[in-house]
């Protein structure tokens, strides 16, 4: 009963970030539906809901939908109708040494490359193995995010 409720909860967790990550795969070719003096509830309509507000003033709200290359759409909307948007690529600075974090990386597992995909789904199934309890359940969380991985990545 409990194994089961985890294996719910664990499944639901995974679907819902693999969705929100699936916005990013789409946000390049929403944006072009996208027209200047919509509402946001248009534009919401459009994009989803996986934006982020990264700027607000008294008349000004700027929110930013991350695409899967590593980069941002900056829409800025005034008394709430879309005037602007552009796309800024996320520049990843390297950390001082004495405040960086290092990423776990759990036995067995190689460590991938630095794409924003390949982050994030390693950072996944580190999640999980960590979490498991037997290694029965190690090797199917191992296949899972190889076949994840695998298809995410075209291969």
Not at 11 to 18: G, M, N, R, V
Not at 105 to 124: F, K, Q, R, Y
């Amino acid at each position: 009963m409990i194994k089961n409720l985890f294996l719910g909860v664990l499944l639901l967790i995974i679907l819902t970030s693999c969705a929100s990550y699936g916005n990013m795969f789409t946000a390049n070719t929403r944006i072009k539906d996208v027209e200047i003096d919509m509402n946001k509830n248009e534009v919401i309509a459009i994009m989803g809901k996986t934006y982020e507000v990264i700027g607000v003033t008294e008349h000004v709200e700027v929110w930013g939908y991350k695409t899967i290359d590593e980069a941002i759409y900056k829409l800025y909307f005034v008394d709430g109708r879309l005037k602007e948007w552009n796309k800024e690529w996320i520049i990843n600075h390297a950390c001082p040494p004495d405040n960086c974090r290092q990423p776990q990386v759990v036995t067995g597992v190689a460590p991938v490359g630095n794409s924003g995909l390949e982050i994030h789904l390693n950072a996944h199934r580190n999640a999980l193995l960590n979490n498991a309890s037997s290694e029965s359940e190690r090797q199917h969380i191992n296949t899972h995010m190889d076949s994840h991985t695998n298809t995410m990545q075209g291969r």
